[in-house]
């Protein structure tokens, strides 16, 4: 079992930066791969973000590439989304998930990981 929360959610102006964190319960998350989702009002969830167990392999959404960066310390039990350059359209409730395994490549779907936090709240001003 694994729990997950995450914070450092708020309020930024376009072109701000916020970094979240997603801190997890338990001692075998370094064996989780973990992803960010994001849920905008009125939208479906849609992915974010992936990083493998091991931190040696991450994959982005294309609307994030190259401004959103993933990572994790497994001795600290936390994955970290450090997002740059933001702009309206990336508020969003944004969560964590965890999963021992990403079938098939699935790491961009909801359905591959059975543990969430309960989300927090980015919101960008224009």
């Known amino acids: 079992q694994v729990q997950l929360v995450e914070s450092g959610g708020g309020l930024v102006q376009a072109g701000g930066s916020l970094r979240l964190s997603c801190a997890a319960s338990?001692?075998?998350?370094?064996?989780?791969?973990v992803a960010w989702f994001r849920q905008a009002p009125g939208k479906e969830r849609e992915f974010v973000a992936a990083?493998?167990?091991?931190?040696?392999?991450?994959y982005y959404a294309g609307s994030v590439k190259g401004r959103f960066t993933i990572s994790r310390d497994n001795a600290k039990n936390t994955v970290y989304l450090q997002m740059n350059s933001l702009k309206p359209e990336d508020t969003a409730v944004y969560y964590c998930?965890?999963?021992?395994?990403?079938?098939?490549?699935?790491?961009?779907?909801?359905?591959?990981?059975?543990?969430w936090g309960q989300g927090t709240q980015v919101t960008v001003s224009s």
């Open positions: 338990g001692r075998t998350f370094s064996t989780y791969h």
């Open positions: 990083i493998r167990w091991s931190g040696d392999t991450t």
């Open positions: 998930a965890a999963d021992k395994s990403w079938k098939s490549g699935s790491y961009y779907l909801e359905r591959a990981y059975d543990y």
